[in-house]
């Protein structure tokens, strides 16, 4: 029998091995929302792969940060929504996008006015808004084809969460998603796909080296100690 861990090994080795064959290189964050061609505004769909620990939500708060200080894609995203999916999983009872907007982000549902004008202005500015889904391997498997839900419609959560990703419901939005490799597999519905990947021995150097602010003659002692 072989440990879960080792299975995510696996997914990962075939994941980056998948991503040398294809035209791979760094990118920014805002890169991984805005689109390819100019004058063209679809909704960007992002999957953002990493082994457990290595930094994907990190990443995401990263972006929230980032949002806050009008750094990212500055009057281009009005909203951000960060769900983590370990806490979604745990709702048993149906819900519905209002209650995936309010109740479970901000403690409580609005008057009914107020939720329509919200779902107005997704439904008019879709690209504005951004939803992140973090650790989607922690989300319940479930599959919804073509099955659009209201945003009053009660459903289980697994099946809310599925038909988001598929561009069912809310098809318009920016979408970004975490996971471990092998959490995701429709990867058609993603239209960028990125890894993070750990420290190397030199961008460990430059890390410390610029955080602690090393003199000189600090940072050669820090470039040439051995990592393990």
Same mark, same amino acid.
């Given at each position: ?92 009872? !149906? ?85 471990? !490799? ?47």
């Amino acid at each position: 029998m072989h440990k879960k861990s080792d299975m995510y090994k696996w997914h990962h080795d075939i994941l980056q091995l998948q991503m040398e064959t294809e035209e791979c290189s760094k990118i920014s964050v805002n890169d991984l929302f805005e689109v390819e061609s100019p004058g063209v505004t679809p909704p960007v769909r992002s999957v953002i792969f990493g082994l457990a620990g290595i930094g994907k939500s990190v990443f995401t708060f990263h972006i929230l940060d980032l949002w806050l200080r009008h750094e990212l894609l500055p009057d281009a995203i009005r909203q951000v929504f960060h769900f983590e999916m370990r806490d979604l999983s745990s709702i048993q009872s !149906p819900c519905s996008l209002e209650d995936l907007f309010f109740r479970y982000q901000r403690g409580g549902i609005p008057s009914a006015d107020a939720v329509a004008d919200f779902f107005s202005q997704i439904e008019s500015h879709p690209s504005s808004f951004l939803v992140i889904f973090d650790g989607l391997n922690d989300a319940s498997a479930t599959s919804v084809k073509n099955r659009t839900f209201a945003y009053n419609e009660q459903v289980e959560m697994p099946k809310l969460i599925a038909s988001i990703i598929n561009g069912c419901t809310l098809p318009s939005v920016q979408l970004l998603v975490t996971s471990r !490799p092998g959490g995701v597999t429709n990867y058609d519905a993603y239209d960028k796909k990125a890894q993070i990947y750990g420290f190397t021995r030199e961008t460990m150097s430059e890390y410390i080296v610029k955080f602690s602010g090393a003199n000189r003659e600090e940072q050669e002692a820090i470039e040439g100690y051995s990592f393990k």
